[in-house]
Each structure stands twice: as structure tokens, then as C-alpha cells.
């Protein structure tokens, strides 16, 4: 059904913009399995995000995690100049854009009875029964600057406590036009069809009584990309993102799919109407042994989306 030029392969990772980069790692290493480092960068210059950024420096530090099972990894941004701000006051469930990573675990409730005193988590496990998926056992927590994380217990492909990030949950304001365009431009495909098994549930972090939410879950299909969850909450509607928003505030960020084909998958963004953020970028330009690629793109709800050729 995919029409773009290259097929994505699922999710790469999810960024986050922090305050404190040495906490914010420490946190997700010790605390959330998050062993494997990937990539460190100390803080420097990176002119090729000064478009992204809107700013004619960009000047920040990182780093690239990823748990010991695998999946979807987790980049940290610490960016120093454009000064960075909060997205928002206060993170809920549900406002538009990139809200939540879904850990699996060998057992949510014993990831919550083991790390309760330690880890800022919104309530107790809870169950719910999900239509064509079954028995679906959840708790959410916090990071220490707020973000939300979804600790699921999984039937398999944990080893140890964690089992690696299965998907990425981003809030919409229109599901059947964002599953529309993530199935016919990034070849992604429903896994979980439409749904309301969380409403009622997922009150302590929307910060409403009562809370009604439609979601589903996509797959691009291939062993190693992570799935997307797409959700919009009807009551109360998600809030819209700030129209001062940056890239490298603090919050989640974007999503990065994993693409073959990068100029034809801007070209193909370009024909449908999206809004590119940046030229496609060729890694070389910064880093000359690197020669990855990659473009910005606004989704229909204006949320930054990143595709990303890394080779083999």
C-alpha cells in the first residue's frame, strides 16, 4: 500500500531533549536497562541542524542508548545554543506529538514493586483486554524530568527484566489521517486495529477524570523496526504544540525511521504536501567517515518526523 519511493523499516529511535544530560542518562542506564551505548558526542557546533534548529548555530551534546534486548533506541539531546525551553509546563497524555516510549518487560507489576522507591511511577499496574491482541498489563512512570514512559509485560523476548522498547506512542488529533498517512507514505501497516480498551484508564497522566482514547498500532513489517502506537484522546482533546517550539527543547522531540532512499522519500513528502524542516543532509558534511543521510518532515500534525539511512 506504500506509495513513497522508499519503504521505511519501522521506528530507529526516539529523541529526547533534556536539562540534564549526566542524570537523564544515568536514569534510563541504571534504572530503565538502557546499557548499551551506541554513540557519545561532547557538546559542538553541528551546522547541519541549523536548519532543523531555525537558528544559525546549533550547538549541542548527546547521547545514543539502547537496552540489551534490542529495539527501538533512544537518543538524548542537551542543546546549549539556541538556549533550549520546556515544550510544555506540564507533560500529559495525549497532547499532539511524540508522548510516550512502551517498554516491554518480563512482568510490569514486578518492574513496578522493584523500582517504586525510586522511579516516579503516575499509578499501580493495571489490565486491560485488548480486541484481537488479548491480556494487556501496563504502568506508567516518569522520567526525572517528566516524560512518560509505558512499562508492558511481554510474552516474550525478555531474557532479563527489560525486553527493549516495542514502539513509540504519538498523540493526533485526527487517528483515521495520521493511519492514513503513516500506511500509504511510510508503508506502515495496522497491527492493532482502532480501539478504546485505555479510556478510563490512563487518568492520572492525562490529568483529567474519565479519560476517552481511540488508538491503534503500525508495523512497517520488518524484523528490526520498532512499531508506532498513533492515539488521540477525545476527552479531554489533546493540547496543539506550541507554535514557539524548537527542536532541542526539553521534551520528546521526533521520531527517526529507518529509510533506503532519503531524497526520494523528501521528494515524496514534498509531492504529498509536507512541510520539510531541512534539505536532505548527507552525514559526510559533518562527519566525513559517516555517510548516513537524512531529512525533517512534518507529519499532518505538524509533529517532526526524521528519515534516516545509517548503512550496515
Known amino acids: 500500500m506504500a506509495t513513497m519511493a522508499a519503504k521505511t523499516s519501522g521506528v530507529h529511535h526516539v529523541a529526547l531533549g533534556v536539562s540534564d544530560l549526566g542524570a537523564m542518562t544515568a536514569f534510563y542506564r541504571d534504572l530503565m ?4 551505548v551506541l554513540a557519545e558526542f561532547g557538546e559542538s557546533e553541528q551546522q547541519i541542524m541549523r536548519e532543523v534548529t531555525r537558528s544559525p548555530r546549533a550547538v549541542f551534546s548527546g ?13 538524548l539531546i542537551h542543546m546549549a545554543d539556541p538556549a533550549p525551553r520546556p515544550i510544555r509546563k506540564e507533560i500529559r497524555y495525549g497532547d499532539i506529538g511524540v508522548g510516550k516510549i512502551t517498554v516491554a518487560a518480563a512482568s510490569a507489576r514486578s518492574v513496578y514493586e522493584t523500582l517504586r522507591d525510586r522511579v516516579g511511577f503516575c499509578s499501580q ?43 513509540v ?4 488529533t485526527d ?19 482502532t480501539h478504546e480498551s485505555f479510556s478510563g484508564l490512563v487518568d492520572e497522566v492525562s490529568g483529567a477524570a474519565d479519560t476517552r482514547v ?43 525511521f529507518g ?7 523528501a521528494a515524496d513528502m514534498e509531492e504529498a504536501g509536507m512541510d520539510l524542516l531541512c534539505s536532505p543532509k548527507a552525514m ?16 499532518p500534525d505538524g509533529i517532526p518526523i526524521e528519515f534516516l539511512f545509517l548503512p550496515e
Open 63 to 75: 547521547a545514543l542508548l539502547r537496552q540489551k534486548a534490542g529495539g527501538i533506541s533512544l537518543e
Open 169 to 172: 506512542g504519538m498523540g493526533v
Open 214 to 256: 481511540r488508538s491503534c498500532l503500525l508495523s512497517a513489517g520488518t524484523p528490526k523496526g520498532g512499531m508506532l502506537e498513533l492515539f488521540e484522546t477525545k476527552e479531554p482533546r489533546g493540547r496543539s504544540i506550541p507554535f514557539s517550539t524548537r527542536w532541542g527543547d526539553f521534551g520528546y522531540l521526533q521520531v527517526a
Open 259 to 265: 529509510c533506503d532512499d532519503i531524497r526520494g522519500a
Open 175 to 193: 487517528l483515521e489521517r495520521s493511519v492514513t498517512f503513516y500506511r500509504e507514505r511510510l508503508g506502515f501497516d495496522v497491527v492493532v486495529d
Open 33 to 36: 536497562g538502557f546499557t548499551e
Open 284 to 299: 559526510a558534511e559533518s562527519v566525513p567517515d559517516d555517510p548516513g543521510e537524512f531529512v525533517y518532515v512534518r507529519d
Open 125 to 167: 499496574p493495571k489490565t486491560t483486554v485488548i480486541p484481537g491482541f488479548g491480556e494487556y498489563e501496563f504502568v506508567y512512570c516518569r522520567d526525572p524530568e517528566g516524560n512518560l514512559i509505558e512499562i508492558v509485560t511481554a510474552d516474550e523476548g525478555c531474557e532479563g527484566t527489560f525486553g527493549g522498547v516495542s514502539s
